[in-house]
């Protein structure tokens, strides 16, 4: 090679995330491609583990991206990485997504409640039943929030104590602790031995 090559070789150095960044705010698409080439993989891998579905996981990245591609200029790289600034985006869409997707089996689960016509044998543990739930809702409401999101991921969101903590951000031994102390709580609100 003669010497030109080798300094032009030098002067073509690979942008970094970072870099791209500040092309993508000035709406350079090439830049966003390869910004998406280079970060895709770990944007959907997070998302997928707190969404577990994949369809949804794939549709929250391509979420992610837009709105890091129509907000790329909100980036400040004196606070992070650009891969930090995309997964807390990402991470942040996906427990919305849960806690949506909660919140809409909570109102299915409500409305079925409603719409239940119960036969005239049934109309004593209807009433029962009614009743505990309400005094379960109840409950419910006075606890701590935090033992409140922990308890309903894992009860009624089936997650493990392991899923909990990474969808709440918190150790794992913060999410057992909470979902303990709330089910204490609980017990003892209820009067239950």
Request: no cysteine.
């Amino acid at each position: 090679m003669s010497p030109n090559r080798i300094g032009e070789t030098e002067q073509l150095s690979v942008p970094t995330p970072e870099d791209l960044m500040v092309q993508i705010a000035k709406g350079d698409e090439s830049a966003f491609e390869l910004l998406y080439d280079r970060l895709s993989a770990q944007v959907y891998g997070l998302i997928r583990r707190v969404l577990r579905d994949e369809a949804q996981s794939e549709e929250v990245a391509q979420e992610v991206f837009v709105e890091a591609w129509q907000h790329a200029a909100r980036y400040d790289a004196t606070k992070g990485k650009a891969i930090t600034w995309l997964l807390t985006m990402a991470h942040r869409r996906a427990v919305d997504r849960v806690r949506a997707s909660q919140a809409s089996k909570d109102r299915d689960l409500t409305q079925g409640i409603k719409e239940f016509q119960a036969s005239y044998d049934d109309v004593e543990e209807t009433a029962i039943q009614l009743d505990e739930s309400r005094r379960v809702t109840r409950a419910l409401e006075r606890l701590s929030d935090n033992q409140r999101d922990a308890i309903r991921l894992a009860y009624f969101g089936g997650y493990t104590h392991l899923e909990v903590a990474e969808l709440l951000k918190i150790p794992v031994g913060t999410a057992k602790t909470r979902i303990r102390d709330g089910m204490t709580k609980l017990r003892d609100l209820m009067g239950v031995a």
